[in-house]
C-alpha cells in the first residue's frame, strides 16, 4: 500500500481523482470500458467534486457500483447514499454513465443482495475509490470485519460507534434515527479492484488510520486488509496523518 501524504484535504482530493481518472482512462483505451466503485461520506466531498473536473474521461463507457446503503433507506431521504452520489456526483457528470447500478435500500435486504451479486459478477472493478471510518471499517464493514465471504454485497450490523459517526457528520438528528443494518461491498469484493484510491481526510480518521498502518492485518482494524493490495493508495492530510510515524 503507498501512502500520499497531502498539503490539506481540497489537494487529497485533487490528487486522489487525478490518479483514479487516470485509471479509468487506461481501461478504457485498453478494452474500451471501465468499471469503477464509487464511496460516500464527508471523506469524499473534495475527491468527487476533483473527480467532475478531470478532463478526458469517457464517461458514457463507465459503469459504476457504490459501496453501501442503508436497509429500508427511501432514496428520499437525507441520508440516503443514492441521493448523493446522484446530487454530488451522477447529476453533475458532462455526459451521462454507461450504467450506474445502485442499492436499492428499500428492496428486501437479502433478494437485493443476490440482485447486485450477480451483476457486479459481470464487471471485474478497475478503481475502487474509498474511505475509512472512525472505527476503521471498510465500505460498512464494522469491526470485526468479516474477511472471508465471497459474497460480493452482504447485510452488516452497524456497531454503535459507526453510528454516532453518521450522527456527528449530521446525516441525522437523532441516534435512534441512525439504522442499525446496511448493505455493504464486501471485504473480499472490495479487494478484487485492480486498483484502490483511498481518500481519508480529517482529525477524527487519525486513529483509524494508524490502525490501518500499523496494526497487523486484522478484522478489528478493517481497513488493514488494505496492507494486501498490490495497488492500494491512500491519501491522508495533515490532520489524519498526525499518528503516523
Same mark, same amino acid.
Given at each position: 500500500?503507498?501512502?500520499?501524504?497531502?498539503?490539506?484535504?481540497?489537494? %487529497?482530493?485533487?490528487?486522489? @481523482? &487525478?490518479?483514479?481518472?487516470?485509471?479509468?482512462?487506461?481501461? $478504457?483505451? *485498453?478494452? +474500451?470500458?471501465?468499471?469503477?466503485?464509487?464511496?460516500?461520506?464527508?471523506?469524499?466531498?473534495?475527491?468527487?467534486?476533483?473527480?467532475?473536473?478531470?478532463?478526458?474521461?469517457?464517461?458514457?463507457?463507465?459503469?459504476?457500483?457504490?459501496?453501501?446503503?442503508?436497509?429500508?433507506?427511501?432514496?428520499?431521504?437525507?441520508?440516503?447514499?443514492?441521493?448523493?452520489?446522484?446530487?454530488?456526483?451522477?447529476?453533475?457528470?458532462?455526459?451521462?454513465?454507461?450504467?450506474?447500478?445502485?442499492?436499492?435500500?428499500?428492496?428486501?435486504?437479502?433478494?437485493?443482495?443476490?440482485? %447486485?451479486?450477480?451483476?457486479? @459478477? &459481470?464487471?471485474?472493478?478497475?478503481?475502487?475509490?474509498?474511505? $475509512?471510518? *472512525?472505527? +476503521?471499517?471498510?465500505?460498512?464493514?464494522?469491526?470485526?470485519?468479516?474477511?472471508?465471504?465471497?459474497?460480493?454485497?452482504?447485510?452488516?450490523?452497524?456497531?454503535?460507534?459507526?453510528?454516532?459517526?453518521?450522527?456527528?457528520?449530521?446525516?441525522?438528528?437523532?441516534?435512534?434515527?441512525?439504522?442499525?443494518?446496511?448493505?455493504?461491498?464486501?471485504?473480499?469484493?472490495?479487494?478484487?479492484?485492480?486498483?484502490?484510491?483511498?481518500?481519508?481526510?480529517?482529525?477524527?480518521?487519525?486513529?483509524?488510520?494508524?490502525?490501518?498502518?500499523?496494526?497487523?492485518?486484522?478484522?478489528?482494524?478493517?481497513?488493514?486488509?488494505?496492507?494486501?493490495?498490490?495497488?492500494?493508495?491512500?491519501?491522508?492530510?495533515?490532520?489524519?496523518?498526525?499518528?503516523?510515524?
Amino acid at each position: 500500500m503507498q501512502v500520499i501524504k497531502c498539503e490539506n484535504k481540497q489537494e %487529497l482530493g485533487r490528487q486522489a @481523482a &487525478q490518479f483514479g481518472a487516470e485509471c479509468i482512462r487506461h481501461a $478504457i483505451a *485498453e478494452r +474500451g470500458e471501465a468499471n469503477i466503485i464509487l464511496a460516500t461520506g464527508a471523506s469524499q466531498f473534495e475527491m468527487l467534486s476533483a473527480l467532475l473536473e478531470e478532463r478526458g474521461v469517457e464517461w458514457s463507457a463507465v459503469t459504476a457500483f457504490h459501496l453501501d446503503e442503508y436497509v429500508g433507506m427511501d432514496i428520499t431521504h437525507p441520508a440516503s447514499f443514492r441521493k448523493y452520489l446522484q446530487e454530488r456526483f451522477v447529476q453533475r457528470l458532462p455526459t451521462p454513465l454507461r450504467a450506474f447500478h445502485l442499492i436499492h435500500g428499500e428492496a428486501d435486504s437479502a433478494a437485493e443482495c443476490l440482485r %447486485l451479486n450477480a451483476l457486479i @459478477a &459481470q464487471y471485474p472493478i478497475d478503481v475502487a475509490f474509498v474511505g $475509512i471510518g *472512525e472505527n +476503521g471499517h471498510l465500505a460498512f464493514n464494522d469491526p470485526p470485519a468479516d474477511f472471508k465471504t465471497e459474497a460480493p454485497y452482504i447485510v452488516v450490523n452497524l456497531n454503535e460507534a459507526c453510528r454516532r459517526q453518521q450522527l456527528g457528520e449530521g446525516w441525522f438528528a437523532t441516534l435512534e434515527e441512525v439504522p442499525t443494518q446496511a448493505i455493504s461491498m464486501s471485504i473480499r469484493q472490495i479487494m478484487k479492484a485492480k486498483e484502490i484510491v483511498c481518500s481519508v481526510p480529517d482529525l477524527r480518521k487519525a486513529n483509524a488510520v494508524k490502525l490501518t498502518l500499523q496494526s497487523e492485518v486484522n478484522p478489528f482494524a478493517p481497513a488493514s486488509i488494505l496492507q494486501n493490495h498490490p495497488a492500494a493508495r491512500l491519501y491522508l492530510d495533515p490532520d489524519s496523518a498526525r499518528l503516523i510515524e
